[in-house]
């Protein structure tokens, strides 16, 4: 059974797709490249028990995938190079995990950080966490503007955050449920372990799972 599959940025028609069997731990068996309907050759995980990654993430570029198996206590993580073969292991990994535990539901790869949807920000390149942010129950990763955007709720307030991935600094622009586009407040905190700054966004269009709506916020310089 396929239980989640990813478009691999480029080329165009390429994915990545991580077979898993319901009912069965650990459930995974395989994560394979398709490039035009083609099964690569070169593949991860071979069957019930060895079968690899439970998550799976491409970043930007399409040249790397990360998966992490979150449903046994040896909490392995794959660094793999993805190229015209498929995938294959990156001789230039950082030794161990940069995570564990259970409870990880999702991972994200973008500019050479992981986020996991336990908030955590994760350097790929040494594999330690340099920062964390809200809402990583729903969140979305902006690569090209350097941007993360998620979403928390507390009764009928629902808040949007939006980060600045170059700096180590997040400006949180807070949202009613109702009349999203005509309350708001907004607020400054920090972001793993940097100095504050000033925000400089444009305008941009953010969609809530929460509520379902379009939320258009203006991020302006302010402390």
Not at 170 to 183: I, L, Y
Request: with cysteine; net charge neutral.
């Amino acid at each position: 059974m396929s239980d989640e599959s990813r478009l691999q940025p480029e080329p165009e028609y390429r994915a990545l797709v991580s077979l898993h069997l319901p009912n069965f731990s650990p459930p995974a068996t395989s994560t394979v490249v398709y490039d035009n309907g083609v099964q690569l050759p070169n593949h991860v995980g071979n069957g019930l028990g060895v079968g690899g990654p439970d998550l799976t993430t491409v970043n930007e570029r399409g040249d790397r995938v990360y998966g992490y198996q979150s449903t046994i206590t040896s909490f392995g993580f794959w660094n793999l190079i993805l190229d015209d073969q498929g995938l294959t292991g990156n001789p230039s990994a950082p030794s161990g995990s940069p995570l564990g535990g259970f409870n990880v539901g999702r991972i994200e790869a973008a500019l050479d950080l992981l986020f996991t949807d336990r908030g955590e920000i994760i350097d790929l390149n040494t594999y330690n966490q340099i920062g964390s942010f809200s809402g990583g129950g729903n969140f979305v990763v902006d690569p090209t503007n350097h941007r993360l955007y998620s979403t928390t709720s507390s009764g009928s307030t629902h808040t949007l955050y939006a980060y600045n991935l170059d700096q180590a600094w997040r400006n949180g622009v807070h949202r009613p449920a109702q009349h999203a586009r005509r309350r708001s407040r907004r607020r400054l905190a920090t972001l793993g372990h940097g100095p504050h700054g000033r925000v400089n966004a444009p305008s941009r269009s953010c969609i809530s799972r929460a509520t379902g709506r379009s939320v258009r916020a203006s991020l302006r310089d302010e402390h």
